[in-house]
């Protein structure tokens, strides 16, 4: 693997501030999608981004962030890849998340990737389809990384990731497209050996990319940090605008 498998860590953060000004759609009429639509005077034309989150899913930080992305210029769909299921914060230290992944919470609601690839597919669709959009980027934290890898081929033109997890070597080598990755400084899920690796692989596979590291910070800092810690709310604030940085040069 480029990057190990979730754990606890992945649910483990902080809930920020802040009123989400988005709006809630269906997706192929069963999934659900937040969308936010950037100012019409700052809006990229034809260009959007699809937001593919980590296990807490759809929800106030995720959201305000995809507000952030709009306020750039671009429209940003996150995607309900858990179809309902979706994952609270700061979940008991006995959780069993394998279980949850492979069956979901009731038994009967799997989060594997053949459960989620018809609904990043579905996303991707209504994207082009439904808003217009011609030039797409793909952000995917955690959870999201593995399917922002798998589906170049779906038409990503741009990637970015953050401390990804359950990305698979063979996946990473399938991304043929610009693909900028934020990394924790302590993160089990993705450590100094599999950034390494993952550095080497996008080497030999010869398109642009970028892997910056931040300080101070864990696994999950892009999007659950605590922001009264100034050195986690620095690390966060650079990560997005390395997203943001990262879109601007390879989309527009």
């Known amino acids: 693997m480029a990057s190990n498998p979730p754990a606890r860590c992945c649910t483990v953060g902080v809930k920020h501030d802040g009123t ?138 741009v990637g970015y990731i953050a401390h990804p997890s359950f990305v ?8 043929k497209a610009p693909l900028s990755i934020a990394a924790a400084e302590t993160d089990d899920i993705f450590p100094a050996a599999k950034r390494h690796k993952s550095e080497e692989i996008l080497k030999e596979g010869g398109n642009p990319y970028q892997i910056n590291l931040y300080s101070g910070v864990v696994h999950g800092f892009s999007v659950r940090c605590d922001p009264s810690k100034k050195v986690e709310a620095f690390a966060k604030e650079q990560a997005f605008l390395q997203a943001v940085t990262w879109f601007d040069y390879h989309l527009l």
């Open 20 to 157: 989400p000004t988005g709006k809630t759609i269906q997706i192929a009429g069963k999934y659900e999608g937040y969308l936010a639509t950037p100012p019409a005077d700052k809006a990229h034309k034809d260009v959007g981004l699809l937001f593919i989150p980590d296990v807490i899913g759809i929800w106030q930080n995720s959201k305000l962030m995809a507000d952030q992305f709009a306020a750039n210029g671009y429209l940003t769909l996150i995607v309900d890849v858990f179809n309902g299921d979706a994952l609270t914060l700061n979940r008991p230290e006995d959780f069993d998340f394998m279980k949850w992944l492979t069956k979901g919470s009731d038994g009967n609601n799997p989060h594997t990737f053949e459960a989620v690839d018809p609904i990043v597919v579905a996303a991707i669709k209504t994207l082009k389809e439904e808003y217009g959009v011609k030039k797409l980027g793909a952000l995917g934290y955690c959870f999201g990384a593995k399917y922002v890898c798998r589906h170049y081929a779906d038409g990503i033109q």
């Open 168 to 175: 698979e070597e063979d996946e990473l080598k399938g991304f």
